[in-house]
């Protein structure tokens, strides 16, 4: 239970994918890992602990063996959740009496759960910064207010009396948070400045996002269940960086990647389908003297877990699962399945995993999508384009997906990172 409550204490200091990776950095930097960027030459050595962003939002951390190194066990998970983006000159006044804000959606969330919850804000901005030499440069500054902001009303029943009948949600029309009165008008943006501690002026640009400010809570008849916003993957990216904290690694070197922009399909610079990791395990051969032929012989001996979290059996909703691959909460790690490859899994991958498992004394569930309904992808078979490792995709089993408050079970957070502990530790 203890390992649940410091996850949602994670996810709720995490309200977007710039404070996850924020957060992740300091717990790593406290773990004896040092920093390294990508604009300056890398100096490690055999038996060192480094980490690498990219653009605030996503990262690499490895560590290596002290010996000779036989290959990389990865570890992939993603920082960003579906939710609202925040638009430029956000402001619109309603006939003199409110000030809402314009958003749009990123990825494909649930929209109805955003209705009726208590919102704010979170992301980055980028202000500009008088260097001591007169010259001018830019500041990137995360910011999260830390307060209850807006607030998405529905539509009373008396004003549509079939709301309970299925409602088609616009978001320009029905999704717009409600921030102030009229008189509020022009206050978003010295909000935003102040939380950042830049100047309003000074403020060039930004990534703001709205998140979910209800906290994570543990329910149940036996507390065996768990809510919380952003489960799909902040509990991944959690479990997958306490792993990387404790585990020794002994022939392996062992790599923990968060991927930015899985939820709209990584073709981004920091995403999954981007170079970031062929790049960031170039570099790490390069740094120990290896040749470009050694570095493709072990990624040969590679392999990969994609991280990202699984359908669990809904129970008012038993007729969407597949009919014999139905992982349930609390029933293990979910190795998850797809004949077109949206899922990388195959019967190596599988194989290497179940064993890991077993190794590590945790049960195993499958999952696949019932043949008469889409499902969607995931960070491993695009990872695998770049950089063409054995890769397993796994995670841990929850219900209501993309929605702003999801569920999972507690006994299945502890089987995950006894999972992943075994998996770097070899």
């Known amino acids: 239970m203890e ?23 300091r717990r790593l930097e406290a773990a004896g890992y040092a920093p390294l960027m990508e604009n300056r030459n890398w100096e490690i050595v055999p038996g060192g602990k480094y980490y690498v962003d990219r653009n605030g939002s996503s990262l690499i ?45 990123y990825g494909g969330m649930i929209l109805s759960t955003w209705l009726d919850r208590p919102l704010s804000a979170a992301g980055r901005v980028v202000a500009a910064q008088k260097m001591e030499d007169g ?20 539509v009373a029943i008396h004003m549509n009396r079939d709301m309970n009948k299925g409602v088609e949600y616009h978001v320009q029309t029905d999704m717009l948070p409600l921030y102030g009165s009229a008189g509020s008008s022009g206050d978003f943006q010295k909000l935003i400045a102040e939380a950042a501690g830049v100047k309003t002026e000074d403020i060039l640009g930004g990534d703001l996002f709205l998140y979910n400010r209800e906290k994570g809570r543990v329910f149940g008849a036996r507390e065996e269940f768990f809510c919380a ?27 923990m990647i968060v991927f930015d922009n899985e939820e709209v399909g990584s073709a981004t610079r920091q995403g999954a389908a981007s170079t970031f990791l062929r790049d960031t395990l170039q570099r790490i051969c390069a740094a120990l003297g290896l040749t470009e032929g050694s570095y493709h012989q072990l990624l040969a001996e590679s392999f990969m877990i994609s991280a990202d979290n699984a359908h669990a059996l809904h129970p008012n909703h038993p007729e969407k699962a597949d009919p014999t691959s139905r992982p349930c909460l609390n029933g293990g790690v979910v190795i998850k399945y797809h004949g077109s490859q949206k899922y990388t899994t195959d019967g190596v991958s599988a194989a290497v995993m179940k064993d890991i498992c077993r190794q590590a004394d945790v049960p195993w569930q499958a999952y696949a999508n019932h043949s008469d309904i889409a499902g969607g992808s995931t960070l491993g078979n695009l990872s695998a384009a770049q950089v063409p490792v054995n890769t397993v995709d796994i995670g841990l089993p929850q219900l209501a997906m993309h929605s702003a408050y999801e569920t999972a079970g507690v006994k299945d957070v502890a089987y995950m990172r006894k999972a992943m502990e075994c998996f770097y530790g070899k």
């Open 3 to 25: 390992n649940v409550y410091k996850m949602l204490d994670f996810i709720e200091k995490s309200p977007c994918c710039y404070q996850a990776v924020e957060n992740a950095k």
């Open 61 to 105: 951390a490895f560590a290596l063996p002290g010996k000779k190194m036989q290959g990389f066990h990865m570890i992939a998970s993603h920082s960003d959740s579906p939710c609202f983006k925040i638009k430029e000159n956000p402001e619109i006044a309603v006939e003199n009496m409110y000030i809402k804000l314009n958003v749009e959606k």
């Open 135 to 154: 010259k001018m440069t830019f500041a990137v500054k995360n910011v999260a207010v830390d307060r209850d902001l807006f607030v998405i009303p529905n």
């Open 229 to 255: 916003p952003r489960l799909d993957d902040l509990a991944c990216v959690y479990l997958s960086l306490q792993a990387m904290c404790h585990a020794v690694p002994q022939q392996y070197g062992n790599v």
